[in-house]
């Protein structure tokens, strides 16, 4: 029951022919892995990544940004990606990185594109990506999703772990936030 409740969040529709991968941001330790490995495959030609907001921008020299562990995965595959320019100094959500891909279409047609990200976020993220492109007329581009292999945790074994059962209560929350509105709200504030 608990695996077959996980499998609602899940879509994993990818078909060759994209005109490119999208990663999107955040969790940076896995998705740039499966997005080599459908570069591999030749799902695509050409590789994007999302543009996240910095965050704790004092220790940013060590910490990183997501985009530069990114490349740096990418580059062991002899790949690299170029980002996505956001439109508001960094993505703090799925909903701001569908506005910044919108933006990115008026200068760069696109007919069909493959997300990558997390198994449990590929529901909530292609809803949003629908409905941004949707309400922008760009509603004919063909948006598909490739779930990223997550070592931690996966829809068989997700309540088990502390991060599993975060990720996997908290999706629905999420997601019911996004049937319901098509951007970020003054009541959620990003992280500074």
């Known amino acids: 029951m608990l695996e077959s409740y996980a499998r609602l969040f899940h879509i994993n529709n990818a078909t060759?022919?994209?005109?490119?991968?999208?990663?999107l941001s955040g969790n940076p330790e896995i998705r740039p892995d499966h997005a080599a490995y459908l570069m591999q495959a030749k799902y695509a030609p050409k590789l994007y990544h999302t543009d996240q907001k910095k965050r704790n921008k004092k220790h940013q020299e060590i910490l990183g940004h997501p985009f530069d562990k990114a490349q740096k995965i990418l580059a062991t595959y002899n790949l690299r990606a170029d980002i996505i320019p956001s439109t508001k100094g960094g993505a703090t959500s799925t909903f701001d990185e569908a506005y910044d891909f919108v933006a990115f279409l008026q200068?760069?047609?696109?007919?069909?594109?493959?997300?990558?990200?997390d198994a449990f976020h590929t529901s909530r993220a292609y809803y949003a990506f629908k409905k941004?492109?949707?309400?922008?007329?760009?509603?004919?581009?063909?948006?598909?999703?490739?779930?990223?292999?997550?070592?931690?945790?996966?829809?068989?074994?997700?309540?088990h772990s502390e991060s599993g059962m975060s990720a996997y209560i908290l999706e629905p929350v999420k997601f019911l936030f996004y049937i319901f509105n098509t951007t970020n709200t003054g009541l959620v504030k990003p992280s500074a």
């Open 107 to 117: 200068g760069h047609p696109m007919d069909h594109v493959i997300l990558v990200t």
């Open 132 to 159: 941004v492109l949707d309400l922008n007329g760009f509603g004919k581009v063909k948006i598909e999703m490739s779930a990223a292999h997550n070592e931690l945790f996966d829809e068989t074994n997700w309540w």
């Open 16 to 23: 060759k022919g994209a005109d490119c991968i999208l990663i």
